[in-house]
């Protein structure tokens, strides 16, 4: 085998005619090659340092056989979807732990605090966070962690597929290993929570699961900020973070040994929608969320029965694109005595989270209109 490690020197100065020797004696070889070590070891030490956490969804799962790409079900630990990978020693160290393995509708505020754990407890020592985590409310997820951790300019990013690992041509492998480089490359930094999935990356806070079963499944305008090509990122933009984006400090004894945070409901608006929900989700919930019928359109009898209540209730929209302003919302009284806030931006689920936070803070509603007058709403 060749020894690369070696140095091979001529002992006659006429390079033409010369012998070659080799000037190593046995103990030379063995001082090289530890400083060898000692120097490819260095360099390891000074790749970025990534922490993978792993949550489930369709990235963790596997189905039956090759073709099936719908009825799978999570059963693959982050260990083994690391090992699905191309070789990343080259780029950054790693350290990786499962902190749960479910399809992402069963996230629940206790799994939400675990993750958010989970990156806390990373934040001093690692370079970069990677999550992986389902498709379906991985957006909320993120949106959560933006709204909850300042986490300064580390790289936070989530990560999953659209096919299971067991599928032809799965999308999870690459998606992870490019999630990984994201998170490794200093171009990331102070860019916020960021989402990596088919190529793309995008912006934790905006971005929103639009296609239920393609792989270019995240698609909102607000939300892409560049492109993952042959190994490398390319960001169309310099780093900047979310405008307007209120961060909430929790503490985390506060949600133990339950953690709940106060329950905030959402109904999606239609014709014919009856007035009467309204009075119903406000006996029961602390906060109601309506994704309105265009930006914050409903009918006379539903704003009517929404200003007669004493919680908080945001106008959100069925459209995935667009935004919900102030001025479209019913105001027959004062503003500062109203108690419909609107979403701006946010859509019904992200509007939902920020609405619990505002609850959890125990935030007086003209203090919860000034957290979503950050995304245009209020
Ligand atoms: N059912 C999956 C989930 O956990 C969907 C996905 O990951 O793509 O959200």
């Known amino acids: 085998m060749v020894n690369d490690n070696l140095e091979i020197k001529t002992i006659c100065p006429d390079a033409e005619k010369s012998l070659f020797t080799i000037e190593s004696t046995e103990s030379d070889i063995q001082r090289e090659t530890e400083a060898f070590a000692a120097v490819t070891s260095d360099q390891h030490n000074t790749l970025p340092r990534i922490k993978i956490l792993g949550t489930g969804g369709t990235i963790a799962s596997k189905g039956a056989d090759s073709s099936q790409t719908a009825g799978y079900h999570v059963d693959l630990s982050i260990q083994e979807l690391l090992e699905s990978i191309p ?4 780029v950054c160290q790693i350290e990786y732990e499962q902190l749960c393995n479910v399809d992402s ?8 605090l675990r993750i958010y ?3 806390s407890d990373s934040l001093q020592s690692f370079d970069g966070i990677v999550i992986t985590h389902g498709t379906d409310t991985l957006a909320e997820t993120a949106f959560f962690i933006e709204s909850t951790i300042d986490f300064g300019d580390l790289p936070v990013v989530f990560v999953g597929s659209m096919r299971p690992s067991t599928s032809v041509s799965a999308d999870g492998p690459m998606n992870l290993y490019q999630a990984i480089c994201i998170a490794a490359d200093s171009k990331s930094r102070g860019r916020g929570v960021l989402v ?4 793309q990356v995008s912006a934790g806070y905006y971005i929103t699961k639009t296609n239920a079963n393609s792989l270019d499944s995240f698609n909102v305008r607000q939300g892409y900020l560049g492109n993952f090509f042959n190994n490398e990122v390319h960001y169309y933009y310099p780093p900047v973070k979310p405008l307007g984006c209120h961060k909430f400090k929790l503490r985390l004894e506060e949600y133990m040994p339950t953690p709940r945070f106060p329950e905030v409901c959402i109904i999606y ?3 014919s929608v009856d007035p009467e929900l309204v009075d119903l989700v406000a006996k029961r919930y602390k906060g109601l969320v309506i994704a309105t019928m265009g930006a914050g359109s409903l009918p006379k009898a539903v704003n009517e029965r929404c200003l007669a209540q004493t919680i908080p209730i945001v106008y959100s929209k069925r459209s995935m694109d667009g935004m919900v302003p102030n001025v479209n919302l019913p105001h027959p009284l004062e503003e500062k005595t109203s108690n419909v806030i609107a979403s701006g931006y946010l ?3 992200k509007s939902r989270i920020l609405l619990q936070l505002c609850l959890t803070k125990s935030y007086t509603i003209q203090e919860a ?3 979503f007058y950050g995304v245009y709403g209020g």
């Open 347 to 349: 859509s019904p689920e």
């Open 196 to 199: 990596s999935l088919n190529d």
């Open 105 to 112: 509708k069963d996230i629940n505020e206790e799994i939400l």
């Open 87 to 90: 070789d990343i020693s080259g």
């Open 117 to 119: 754990k989970g990156i």
């Open 269 to 271: 608006a239609h014709q």
């Open 369 to 371: 209109r000034n957290v």
